[in-house]
C-alpha cells in the first residue's frame, strides 16, 4: 500500500540563504528580456529581415510582459537604425484637391517650412511696395492716359464723319447712340415722321451708314482697351517680376538640388505672377504683416496665403534613430491620418494645411507598436491597415466614405510610400483565430514572436527575476526587497504555474503582488519588504476574491452540501472540482456515488443523460466501460448496468479528472467494500487503469483540506492524486505543516490498484497465473461479482431459474464428452 508523500515534496521552498544578495539595493538595472529566448530571436529576426510581409505578431497570455519586452527591444533595435526622412505637403496649384507630399531629409522639412513663410512676407511686403514707387506710377499713368487719347480721337472722327451726313453722337447710360440733325438741332421722332417718303428714306439710309461707322469705331475702342489692359497686366507681370525673383531665386539656390522642391517653387511663382492682384488689395492702411493677419482673420480659416504655405506632415531629427509609435487608439484616422474641416455660414472647408499625420507617418522609416485587440475594436481600422501595408502606401482615407449617401468635397492627398514594421500584440486565441479566418493575416505577419507563460527554475532564471523586482522597485519608487520577501515571491511564482521545477513568466501579476507587499510594509513601518509582507499580501489577495468559497464551505460544514469526512460508504467516493470565478480558482469537494446492477447497459452517465455533462467527462465515462471490460470480461461478457452521478451538483460538469474517482466508486459497488470518506480523490484514467495528470492539484487539495480543517482534522484525512502531479504541488504553507504533524496526507497513486487499496484498506490482487486473483483482494471480489451477474444474464436469457452460486459453479465446470450427433442432411445442390 503506498504511504503518504513526506512534507518537503509538497512545496519547494526558496532558501534566502540561497540568493546571493541581502536586497534588491544590491542588484543592477535589468535591461534584457527576462527568459524570452524564443521570442527575443523572433523579435531580432523580424526586425533585421527587410522583405515584404515580414511584420510581427507578438502572442503570449496576458501579464506575460509582451510589450513591454516588444517596446524595450524595439527602443535598442531603433537607435541602431538611421532617421527616416521628414514628409510636408505642398499645394498642388494645378489641383488645390490633390496636394504634393514632398520629401526631405531628417531635420530638414522645419527649415522649408520657415522658408516658405518668410518667402511669402517678404512677397507679401515687397509686392505692394513695387508697385507704389513713382516709375511704375508714371508708366502706368502713361500708358492710361495713351489709350484715353487713342479712345477720344476714335470719337472724335466718328463724330466728324457722322456729322457731315448730318448725323450726331448722343451718350446715354447704355453707351452712344446716333441722332439724325436737322439745323444744328437733333430731330425727334415726331419730326421725323413730319418729313416727306423720300426724306425719310435717305435719312434711314445715311443712318444705317453711321449705326455701322458707330460700331467699327467702338469695335476700335475695345480692342484699344484690351491692348492696353494687357501692356498693363505686363507691366503688373514686369514689376511682380523684379519682386519674386530676388526672393524666390535665393531659395531656389538653396534648394537647388531637390528636384520635388525647385518644381514646386517654380509653380508658386506661376502663380503668385498670376494673383499679383491678392497682393495689391487695399489694406485701409495696415501694415503688410498686420494686413496679413487680418485677412486670415476675416475669412476664418480659409486665407487665400495658406496656398503658399508647407503643411509639416512629420520631421524626425537627424541622427534621433527610427521611431518606434505605439497608438492605444488605433482608429483609422489615428492610424492613416486625417483631412480636418472648419465650418463657416453652414459649410464645411478643408486645404491641404488640414491635412493630420496618422501613426503610420510619425512610424514611417520605423516600428509601429498596437495591440491587435483594440485594432479589430475599431470600425475601418484593420482592412486599411493591412491595405497600406500590401501596398506599400500611406493613402489618407475617409473612413466611411462609401457608405456616404451624399458625397462632399474632400482631398485626395498624395499616397507616401511605406516602409515600417508593424508589431502586433495580443493574445494566442486571437492569433490563431485571424491566421485561420483572415487568409491575408498570413502574407502580412509571417512572424510569430511567442511569448512562453513560464520558464525554467533556474538560479539564472530566479537572479534576472530579482533584478525585474530591482528594476520596478526603483522605477516605481517602491521599498526594496529583501532576500526573504525575493524568496516568497520566487515561490508564489512557481505556485501560479503549479511546477515545482517552473517560475511564471506573467510578470503583470506578480509585480501586483510585489507592490502589495510594498503597502503592507510600507503600512507597518518597514524599511524593506520581507517575506511575511509578501506572504500577507497573498493572503489578502485570497481573502478579497474567496467569498464564494467560504459561502460553500460553510454549506458543507452545516451539512446542506452532503460531504463525508470521516467513516466508510459502499459506491460512494469523494471527489474534487475546481470552481474558477474570474481571476481566482478554488477546489470544491463533491459526492459521486455509483449504483451496479444487472443488466446491459453498460455505465449510464447521469450527467450527459441530464445534458449536464460535458464531451471531455463523457468520454473519461466510456473509458471506465473499456477498463471493466478489458480487465474483468475476458472469458464472460460484462452484463453490468452502473449508472454514476455527482450528488448535488447543478451546473455543468466537463473534464476527465473524476474519472478514477468514478471508478473508485463503481469498484467499491460491485466488490462490496465501503469507501474511506475521510478521503478524497482526483485524477482521470485510462483504459490500462493507469492514473493520469490533472490540473488545479493544488486548489484541489486545498479544497479538501479547507473543509477537514473547518470539521476538525483527525489525522486519517487526505487527498489521492495522481503520481504524476507530484512535481505540480506548491501547497499552502498550513496545509504542508498539517502534513508535518501528522494530521493531513497526500497520496500519490500511479495504477487503480494503488487507489483502491488505499480507499478500502483491502489489497487490490494480481490475477495469478491461472488467471484467478488472490481470494479477499478487491479484484477477486468484483470479478467474482461480475461471473455472477454473467449467470444470472445467462440464465435469464435461457429462462432458467436463478442459480445458487454452488449450482453455478457446478454448471461452468467440464463435462466429460457424449457420443456424437447424428449427422445432418446433405447441402443443397
Same mark, same amino acid.
Given at each position: 500500500?503506498?504511504?503518504?508523500?513526506?512534507?518537503?515534496?509538497?512545496?519547494?521552498?526558496?532558501?534566502?540563504?540561497?540568493?546571493?544578495?541581502?536586497?534588491?539595493?544590491?542588484?543592477?538595472?535589468?535591461?534584457?528580456?527576462?527568459?524570452?529566448?524564443?521570442?527575443?530571436?523572433?523579435?531580432?529576426?523580424?526586425?533585421?529581415?527587410?522583405?515584404?510581409?515580414?511584420?510581427?505578431?507578438?502572442?503570449?497570455?496576458?501579464?506575460?510582459?509582451?510589450?513591454?519586452?516588444?517596446?524595450?527591444?524595439?527602443?535598442?533595435?531603433?537607435?541602431?537604425?538611421?532617421?527616416?526622412?521628414?514628409?510636408?505637403?505642398?499645394?498642388?496649384?494645378?489641383?488645390?484637391?490633390?496636394?504634393?507630399?514632398?520629401?526631405?531629409?531628417?531635420?530638414?522639412?522645419?527649415?522649408?517650412?520657415?522658408?516658405?513663410?518668410?518667402?511669402?512676407?517678404?512677397?507679401?511686403?515687397?509686392?505692394?511696395?513695387?508697385?507704389?514707387?513713382?516709375?511704375?506710377?508714371?508708366?502706368?499713368?502713361?500708358?492710361?492716359?495713351?489709350?484715353?487719347?487713342?479712345?477720344?480721337?476714335? !470719337? /472724335? $472722327? &466718328?463724330? +466728324?464723319?457722322?456729322? @457731315?451726313?448730318?448725323?450726331?453722337?448722343?451718350?446715354?447710360? %447704355? *453707351?452712344?447712340?446716333?441722332?439724325?440733325?436737322?439745323?444744328?438741332?437733333?430731330?425727334?421722332?415726331?419730326?421725323?415722321?413730319?418729313?416727306?417718303?423720300?426724306?425719310?428714306?435717305?435719312?434711314?439710309?445715311?443712318?444705317?451708314?453711321?449705326?455701322?461707322?458707330?460700331?467699327?469705331?467702338?469695335?476700335?475702342?475695345?480692342?484699344?482697351?484690351?491692348?492696353?489692359?494687357?501692356?498693363?497686366?505686363?507691366?503688373?507681370?514686369?514689376?511682380?517680376?523684379?519682386?519674386?525673383?530676388?526672393?524666390?531665386?535665393?531659395?531656389?539656390?538653396?534648394?537647388?538640388?531637390?528636384?520635388?522642391?525647385?518644381?514646386? !517653387? /517654380? $509653380? &508658386?511663382? +506661376?502663380?503668385?505672377? @498670376?494673383?499679383?492682384?491678392?497682393?495689391?488689395?487695399?489694406? %485701409? *492702411?495696415?501694415?503688410?504683416?498686420?494686413?496679413?493677419?487680418?485677412?486670415?482673420?476675416?475669412?476664418?480659416?480659409?486665407?487665400?496665403?495658406?496656398?503658399?504655405?508647407?503643411?509639416?506632415?512629420?520631421?524626425?531629427?537627424?541622427?534621433?534613430?527610427?521611431?518606434?509609435?505605439?497608438?492605444?487608439?488605433?482608429?483609422?484616422?489615428?492610424?492613416?491620418?486625417?483631412?480636418?474641416?472648419?465650418?463657416?455660414?453652414?459649410?464645411?472647408?478643408?486645404?491641404?494645411?488640414?491635412?493630420?499625420?496618422?501613426?503610420?507617418?510619425?512610424?514611417?522609416?520605423?516600428?509601429?507598436?498596437?495591440?491587435?485587440?483594440?485594432?479589430?475594436?475599431?470600425?475601418?481600422?484593420?482592412?486599411?491597415?493591412?491595405?497600406?501595408?500590401?501596398?506599400?502606401?500611406?493613402?489618407?482615407?475617409?473612413?466611411?466614405?462609401?457608405?456616404?449617401?451624399?458625397?462632399?468635397?474632400?482631398?485626395?492627398?498624395?499616397?507616401?510610400?511605406?516602409?515600417?514594421?508593424?508589431?502586433?500584440?495580443?493574445?494566442?486565441?486571437?492569433?490563431?483565430?485571424?491566421?485561420?479566418?483572415?487568409?491575408?493575416?498570413?502574407?502580412?505577419?509571417?512572424?510569430?514572436?511567442?511569448?512562453?507563460?513560464?520558464?525554467?527554475?533556474?538560479?539564472?532564471?530566479?537572479?534576472?527575476?530579482?533584478?525585474?523586482?530591482?528594476?520596478?522597485?526603483?522605477?516605481?519608487?517602491?521599498?526594496?526587497?529583501?532576500?526573504?520577501?525575493?524568496?516568497?515571491?520566487?515561490?508564489?511564482?512557481?505556485?501560479?504555474?503549479?511546477?515545482?521545477?517552473?517560475?511564471?513568466?506573467?510578470?503583470?501579476?506578480?509585480?501586483?503582488?510585489?507592490?502589495?507587499?510594498?503597502?503592507?510594509?510600507?503600512?507597518?513601518?518597514?524599511?524593506?519588504?520581507?517575506?511575511?509582507?509578501?506572504?500577507?499580501?497573498?493572503?489578502?489577495?485570497?481573502?478579497?476574491?474567496?467569498?464564494?468559497?467560504?459561502?460553500?464551505?460553510?454549506?458543507?460544514?452545516?451539512?446542506?452540501?452532503?460531504?463525508?469526512?470521516?467513516?466508510?460508504?459502499?459506491?460512494?467516493?469523494?471527489?474534487?472540482?475546481?470552481?474558477?470565478?474570474?481571476?481566482?480558482?478554488?477546489?470544491?469537494?463533491?459526492?459521486?456515488?455509483?449504483?451496479?446492477?444487472?443488466?446491459?447497459?453498460?455505465?449510464?452517465?447521469?450527467?450527459?443523460?441530464?445534458?449536464?455533462?460535458?464531451?471531455?467527462?463523457?468520454?473519461?465515462?466510456?473509458?471506465?466501460?473499456?477498463?471493466?471490460?478489458?480487465?474483468?470480461?475476458?472469458?464472460?461478457?460484462?452484463?453490468?448496468?452502473?449508472?454514476?452521478?455527482?450528488?448535488?451538483?447543478?451546473?455543468?460538469?466537463?473534464?476527465?479528472?473524476?474519472?478514477?474517482?468514478?471508478?473508485?466508486?463503481?469498484?467499491?459497488?460491485?466488490?462490496?467494500?465501503?469507501?474511506?470518506?475521510?478521503?478524497?480523490?482526483?485524477?482521470?484514467?485510462?483504459?490500462?487503469?493507469?492514473?493520469?495528470?490533472?490540473?488545479?492539484?493544488?486548489?484541489?487539495?486545498?479544497?479538501?483540506?479547507?473543509?477537514?480543517?473547518?470539521?476538525?482534522?483527525?489525522?486519517?484525512?487526505?487527498?489521492?492524486?495522481?503520481?504524476?502531479?507530484?512535481?505540480?504541488?506548491?501547497?499552502?504553507?498550513?496545509?504542508?505543516?498539517?502534513?508535518?504533524?501528522?494530521?493531513?496526507?497526500?497520496?500519490?497513486?500511479?495504477?487503480?490498484?494503488?487507489?483502491?487499496?488505499?480507499?478500502?484498506?483491502?489489497?487490490?490482487?494480481?490475477?495469478?497465473?491461472?488467471?484467478?486473483?488472490?481470494?479477499?483482494?478487491?479484484?477477486?471480489?468484483?470479478?467474482?461479482?461480475?461471473?455472477?451477474?454473467?449467470?444470472?444474464?445467462?440464465?435469464?436469457?435461457?429462462?432458467?431459474?436463478?442459480?445458487?452460486?454452488?449450482?453455478?459453479?457446478?454448471?461452468?465446470?467440464?463435462?466429460?464428452?457424449?457420443?456424437?450427433?447424428?449427422?445432418?442432411?446433405?447441402?443443397?445442390?
Amino acid at each position: 500500500m503506498a504511504k503518504p508523500l513526506p512534507p518537503e515534496s509538497l512545496r519547494k521552498v526558496c532558501p534566502p540563504e540561497s540568493l546571493s544578495f541581502q536586497s534588491t539595493e544590491d542588484l543592477p538595472v535589468l535591461d534584457e528580456v527576462v527568459a524570452q529566448d524564443r521570442a527575443v530571436r523572433a523579435i531580432a529576426f523580424g526586425t533585421a529581415i527587410r522583405s515584404a510581409g515580414f511584420n510581427l505578431f507578438a502572442l503570449g497570455p496576458p501579464g506575460s510582459g509582451k510589450m513591454s519586452a516588444v517596446k524595450r527591444f524595439l527602443a535598442g533595435e531603433a537607435a541602431k537604425l538611421p532617421a527616416p526622412a521628414d514628409w510636408c505637403y505642398v499645394n498642388n496649384f494645378a489641383d488645390p484637391h490633390r496636394p504634393r507630399a514632398l520629401r526631405l531629409a531628417p531635420g530638414k522639412a522645419r527649415g522649408f517650412r520657415d522658408d516658405c513663410q518668410r518667402l511669402l512676407e517678404e512677397l507679401v511686403r515687397g509686392i505692394p511696395r513695387a508697385f507704389e514707387a513713382e516709375p511704375y506710377e508714371q508708366q502706368r499713368r502713361k500708358l492710361i492716359e495713351e489709350a484715353q487719347k487713342r479712345q477720344a480721337g476714335e !470719337l /472724335e $472722327a &466718328l463724330q +466728324e464723319r457722322a456729322k @457731315e451726313r448730318g448725323f450726331g453722337l448722343v451718350k446715354t447710360p %447704355g *453707351g452712344f447712340m446716333v441722332a439724325p440733325v436737322l439745323r444744328g438741332q437733333v430731330l425727334k421722332p415726331e419730326g421725323l415722321e413730319a418729313l416727306d417718303e423720300a426724306a425719310r428714306e435717305e435719312v434711314q439710309r445715311r443712318s444705317e451708314t453711321v449705326q455701322q461707322d458707330l460700331a467699327a469705331t467702338l469695335r476700335r475702342i475695345r480692342e484699344i482697351e484690351r491692348e492696353t489692359k494687357a501692356r498693363l497686366d505686363a507691366l503688373d507681370r514686369e514689376v511682380a517680376t523684379s519682386a519674386v525673383d530676388h526672393p524666390l531665386e535665393e531659395l531656389k539656390e538653396k534648394y537647388r538640388d531637390h528636384a520635388g522642391i525647385l518644381q514646386h !517653387l /517654380e $509653380a &508658386l511663382r +506661376e502663380d503668385v505672377l @498670376e494673383s499679383v492682384d491678392l497682393f495689391r488689395r487695399e489694406r %485701409g *492702411g495696415e501694415g503688410p504683416a498686420e494686413a496679413l493677419a487680418a485677412m486670415a482673420q476675416a475669412q476664418l480659416g480659409r486665407d487665400p496665403f495658406d496656398r503658399y504655405r508647407v503643411n509639416l506632415l512629420v520631421e524626425h531629427p537627424d541622427g534621433g534613430g527610427a521611431p518606434v509609435v505605439v497608438e492605444p487608439h488605433p482608429t483609422c484616422q489615428n492610424l492613416l491620418g486625417r483631412i480636418e474641416h472648419q465650418a463657416h455660414m453652414g459649410a464645411l472647408f478643408t486645404n491641404f494645411m488640414m491635412v493630420k499625420a496618422g501613426a503610420l507617418h510619425r512610424a514611417n522609416g520605423g516600428f509601429l507598436v498596437l495591440e491587435i485587440l483594440e485594432v479589430l475594436r475599431q470600425y475601418f481600422a484593420w482592412d486599411p491597415l493591412k491595405r497600406s501595408l500590401k501596398n506599400k502606401q500611406i493613402k489618407i482615407e475617409e473612413p466611411g466614405e462609401q457608405f456616404r449617401l451624399v458625397s462632399t468635397v474632400t482631398l485626395e492627398p498624395e499616397p507616401i510610400p511605406l516602409d515600417v514594421k508593424v508589431v502586433l500584440v495580443g493574445s494566442p486565441w486571437l492569433y490563431y483565430l485571424l491566421y485561420y479566418l483572415d487568409p491575408e493575416f498570413p502574407e502580412l505577419f509571417k512572424v510569430k514572436v511567442d511569448f512562453g507563460p513560464e520558464m525554467a527554475r533556474t538560479p539564472e532564471n530566479i537572479a534576472a527575476f530579482a533584478r525585474l523586482l530591482a528594476t520596478t522597485a526603483r522605477e516605481e519608487g517602491l521599498l526594496p526587497f529583501d532576500r526573504t520577501a525575493v524568496a516568497g515571491m520566487v515561490e508564489h511564482s512557481s505556485r501560479m504555474v503549479e511546477d515545482q521545477e517552473r517560475l511564471a513568466t506573467t510578470f503583470g501579476e506578480l509585480l501586483d503582488v510585489a507592490r502589495e507587499a510594498h503597502f503592507w510594509a510600507t503600512r507597518d513601518g518597514h524599511a524593506r519588504v520581507t517575506g511575511d509582507d509578501v506572504r500577507r499580501a497573498v493572503d489578502a489577495r485570497r481573502y478579497r476574491s474567496n467569498r464564494i468559497e467560504e459561502r460553500l464551505r460553510d454549506l458543507i460544514t452545516e451539512g446542506t452540501l452532503l460531504i463525508a469526512t470521516e467513516g466508510a460508504a459502499l459506491g460512494q467516493v469523494n471527489g474534487i472540482a475546481v470552481v474558477p470565478i474570474g481571476d481566482y480558482w478554488f477546489g470544491k469537494p463533491s459526492r459521486i456515488t455509483a449504483r451496479t446492477y444487472l443488466g446491459r447497459g453498460g455505465i449510464v452517465d447521469i450527467e450527459r443523460e441530464a445534458r449536464t455533462g460535458g464531451r471531455i467527462h463523457s468520454k473519461g465515462v466510456l473509458i471506465l466501460t473499456g477498463y471493466l471490460a478489458g480487465r474483468y470480461a475476458q472469458r464472460l461478457p460484462l452484463s453490468l448496468s452502473a449508472s454514476l452521478g455527482f450528488e448535488q451538483v447543478y451546473e455543468e460538469i466537463e473534464g476527465d479528472s473524476a474519472s478514477s474517482a468514478e471508478l473508485y466508486a463503481i469498484l467499491s459497488s460491485l466488490s462490496g467494500l465501503p469507501i474511506r470518506q475521510s478521503l478524497a480523490v482526483t485524477g482521470s484514467v485510462n483504459q490500462q487503469g493507469e492514473v493520469q495528470a490533472i490540473g488545479g492539484v493544488n486548489a484541489k487539495i486545498e479544497g479538501f483540506f479547507d473543509v477537514c480543517a473547518a470539521r476538525g482534522l483527525n489525522g486519517e484525512q487526505g487527498v489521492l492524486i495522481p503520481a504524476s502531479n507530484v512535481r505540480h504541488l506548491m501547497l499552502r504553507e498550513d496545509v504542508v505543516e498539517a502534513v508535518r504533524a501528522g494530521r493531513f496526507h497526500v497520496y500519490a497513486v500511479r495504477t487503480i490498484d494503488e487507489g483502491i487499496e488505499i480507499l478500502t484498506g483491502t489489497p487490490a490482487g494480481e490475477r495469478g497465473p491461472d488467471g484467478a486473483y488472490p481470494e479477499g483482494s478487491v479484484n477477486f471480489l468484483v470479478d467474482k461479482r461480475l461471473r455472477e451477474m454473467a449467470e444470472q444474464a445467462r440464465n435469464q436469457q435461457r429462462g432458467e431459474p436463478e442459480r445458487r452460486p454452488a449450482q453455478a459453479a457446478e454448471a461452468e465446470a467440464p463435462k466429460p464428452p457424449g457420443p456424437p450427433e447424428p449427422p445432418g442432411p446433405p447441402p443443397a445442390a
